[in-house]
């Protein structure tokens, strides 16, 4: 019996933690769960720049969104064989990487910030940014390169 409450307890306990966090965006404050969590600014228009700066207005990263065409790439519903993409320049100690964007929009990059921990107490998360790096890479600069891929 102890061991069924204890399994029932886990359980509920991991159900809880699992939930994603709310994460919106009020003016240009990042928030999840409503508390304040960074601040997030849009530069351009069509090709939007955001630089991700904590509370008290450290800049922390910058997320450039950019785009070549892969004639590899070309299709019926890509007749330019267009590649997009943001590259993401952490300036704490200036690391790269390159992310194909889920939601090209501010939310979508503050999403993707939260759910990989890379801003813990105001500052870059070392280990999150290291994987994050790690994980994603440079492989539409590489792309780029092999297959001769162009800006429009």
Do not use: H
Not at 6 to 14: G, R, V, Y
Not at 28 to 43: C, L
């Amino acid at each position: 019996m102890k061991s069924l409450l204890l399994l029932l307890t886990l359980s509920i306990s991991s159900l809880v933690f699992s939930q994603k966090q709310k994460v919106t965006i009020d003016k240009d404050t990042i928030r999840v769960d409503e508390a304040p969590y960074a601040i997030i600014e849009k530069k351009g228009g069509g090709a939007p720049v955001y630089t991700i700066k904590s509370m008290n207005g450290t800049v922390l990263m910058n997320w450039q969104f950019l785009d070549f065409n892969n004639p590899n790439r070309v299709n019926k519903s890509n007749p330019n064989g267009r590649v997009t993409y943001y590259q993401v320049t952490f300036f704490n100690d200036k690391q790269q990487c390159e992310i194909s964007p889920r939601m090209p929009t501010e939310k979508g990059v503050a999403k993707c910030i939260v759910e990989n921990q890379l801003i813990k107490d105001g500052a870059i998360d070392q280990e999150a940014e290291n994987n994050f790096v790690l994980i994603y890479g440079m492989k539409f600069s590489e792309e780029k390169k092999t297959t001769g891929g162009y800006r429009r």
